[in-house]
């Protein structure tokens, strides 16, 4: 659809009726209410992940900068499961990895890939990254998303194949800077050897549910090569409308409102 038989709305998939429930990106009056917000969200996304079943020990790190001061970043705690994460566990870390508020330690590994990106990139609101199955399985191939999907279309080119420190882990300043500039320029990441990233200019709830996403067209990927019969591509006409109306941004902070929801009414706890 053109943009401009989109009229006021952001995205084909906001109703043109009006009165109906749906929805809205909230405006903030204060630091204090939007940070509130950012924290809320990015405990939701922690416990996402935990229901994906995307622990592997301590493993797993996401980000979110501070509204008010967007020199530090708010993550989960160290050694604190994901579906374990509250609010009152969360950590905020300046980019040289020193705990600012909070009570946890951070990740080494985490704080030199975030901090790494989120300095590089000022824009960049969230990041997440954790260790899970498929993306694992398909990041060992080295080779990039096969379009053959609407889901996969919604990467298209916006995902990149990073060979740089594959396999290491990343607990050295240089190699979170190397890593870095390719992270920045891209939606998701498929570090070879290692695993899956995301970032968002727009929200922790966005850089969640793509990379959801992500880890679910890696396992569809795998399957689909299970069987040895190559697959039909869309065009790239057909990825690229599917990545703007139905993987942009707005859609990405869209699907994660269902798992907001849903997280909020059964783990009330998130809020302690």
Known sequence: MPDDQLGNRVSIYQPEQQGLIFPEIPRFNSFAEEREYRKQHLVAATRAFGMHGFDYGFAGHLTVRDPERPELYW????CVHFSEVRMSNLVLADHAGQVVEGNYAINRAGFVLHAAVHEMYPDIVAMCHAHTTYGTAWCATGRPLEMFSQDAACFYGCHAVIGASAGAV???????????AEIGRNRAVLHQNHGLLTTSRHSIDDAAFWFIALERCCQVQLQVAATGIKPQLLSDETAQYSREHVGNDFIGWLHFQTLYSHIASTQPDMFE
Do not use: F, L, R, W
């Open 75 to 78: 993550t989960n705690p160290m």
């Open 170 to 180: 990343a607990v050295e300043e240089e190699s979170g800077h190397s890593v870095a």
